[in-house]
């Protein structure tokens, strides 16, 4: 099994934040750039789906190459 990692990356570009140390969903992550604010529970939501869509994909890219539809 593989693993690969999910990177954030706030829309002004910074991979920098400002978080507690123990993550619960209604925690603020801020960007320690541009001082933008988000849920911790939102972030991870977003990032689930992200992971989702993308393995759905690769996987539709998988039965393609072995000859399904």
């Given at each position: 099994m593989s693993s690969q990692e999910v990177n954030m990356i706030c829309s002004c570009g910074s991979d920098k934040f400002n978080a507690p140390a123990k993550l619960r969903a209604s925690d603020l992550i801020t960007c320690a750039k541009c001082g933008k604010q988000q849920?911790?529970?939102?972030?991870?939501?977003?990032?689930?789906?992200?992971?989702?869509?993308?393995?759905?994909?690769?996987?539709?890219?998988?039965?393609?190459?072995?000859?399904?539809?």
């Open positions: 849920r911790f529970g939102k972030i991870q939501k977003d990032a689930v789906m992200k992971v989702k869509k993308q393995f759905e994909k690769d996987l539709q890219k998988m039965f393609k190459k072995a000859g399904f539809k």
